[in-house]
């Protein structure tokens, strides 16, 4: 059998870790042969492609990003995309296709396995937003860099007086907020599923600082203030149709600055959350999806994505992944509240 692979939405710390864990055992237990699609849906779509065989993927493990490529293309959003996908997967002799990818890229391998195409998902993102799954690599490596960064800010928050207000990741779900926020010991996590109230946001400030400490919120990018308090940024889109964000973490800190008076400045983390070497969990989580994956060729369950449950990897219908997105529920919310002010 042909196996083909593609990576594509954001790039994820892990990602290597899938494609070399379904190369060496596809290799040696089943005698598949591979074959890599360049840079997401535009490899199918485009016949970019490479070498991918056991030479690739040897001392891939702990690398950081992806040896094929990643891109946000849409194949639904071209003309005769799909048409185009079909006709390069057969004039290559690709009999399956693992698609490694978020909400988009497994949303598109969604439609395709409807239309016939032998598709697997693995989901990855750093936003672990993805229904279905407990957990998806690159989050925890994206939460410890931004532990790490906190941890950081807190020293050099104190030693001046200052709020520090840290900016991370998640579009839509805070769950690098509220996790990176818990573990680093934020006194304030803005994130998107709870409006803020700015109002609120600068009481806490203040009170922290009445106990003699420097205040850090953590706020993630898609972080919206409740309807009538204040403005958001409005940015470009993508062809998934996301906007481009960033800027709420400045917007923030200029507003506790002008409301309280307290020197406030903006830490965006930004793509570092995203790079370099994946953490010990991910590694093993990527690895197990990797192999999983590959059994699920092996057995033609097409369709499925795997995902984690406990510490089982399960095949789900892809849909079940990619359906709805998996947001912070109030509950936890209210866990960390206890932390704030
Ligand atoms: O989807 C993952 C993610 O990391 C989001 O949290 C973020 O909004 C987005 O990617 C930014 O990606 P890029 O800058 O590559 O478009």
Redesign the pocket.
């Known amino acids: 059998m042909r196996v083909g692979v593609l990576t594509g939405?954001?790039?994820?710390p892990g990602l290597n870790a899938v494609i070399r864990a379904l190369v060496r055992k596809g290799t040696r237990d089943y005698g598949f042969e591979f074959l890599g699609f360049r840079d997401g849906w535009r490899g199918p779509l485009d016949n970019i492609t490479m070498q991918l065989g056991i030479p690739q993927v040897r001392g891939i493990l702990p690398r950081g990003g992806t040896i094929l490529g990643s891109s946000?293309t849409n194949p639904f959003k071209i003309d005769d995309g799909v048409e185009k996908i079909s006709k390069n997967l057969q004039a290559n002799g690709v009999d399956a296709l693992i698609a490694i990818g978020?909400?988009d890229t497994l949303g598109v391998a969604t439609k395709l396995a409807d239309l016939g195409v032998h598709v697997i998902g693995v989901p990855k993102?750093?936003?672990n937003d993805l229904s279905a799954t407990d957990f998806t690599f690159g989050f925890d490596t994206?939460v410890n860099v931004a532990m790490e960064a906190i941890d950081r800010l807190h020293t050099t928050a104190e030693s001046h007086h200052r709020v520090v207000v840290v900016e991370v990741?998640?579009?839509h779900a805070g769950w690098?907020a509220l996790h990176a926020g818990l573990s680093g010991g934020a006194n304030i996590i803005l994130i998107p599923e709870q409006p803020f109230d700015i109002a609120k946001v600068c009481e806490l400030v203040e009170s922290r600082f009445r106990t003699n400490y420097s205040p850090i919120v953590v706020v993630a990018?898609?972080a919206v203030p409740a309807e009538g308090t204040t403005t958001i940024i409005e940015g470009e889109t993508?062809a998934f149709g996301?906007v481009?964000?960033g800027g709420i973490g400045d917007r923030v800190a200029a507003e506790i600055e002008s409301r309280t008076g307290q020197e406030s400045r903006a830490v965006v983390l930004?793509?570092t959350?995203?790079g370099g070497t994946p953490t010990a969990f991910d590694r093993w989580l990527a690895t197990r999806f990797g192999l999983h994956a590959i059994e699920a060729v092996h057995d033609e369950d097409f369709g499925t994505m795997m995902a984690l449950r406990g510490t089982d990897i399960v095949r789900v219908p892809l849909v079940e992944g990619t359906g709805e997105l998996k947001l912070v529920t109030p509950e936890l919310y209210a866990e960390a509240e206890v932390f704030f002010g």
């Open positions: 939405g954001g790039d994820c946000r978020g909400e993102t750093i936003d994206a990741m998640g579009r690098i990018e898609g993508d996301h481009r964000l930004g793509h959350q995203r």
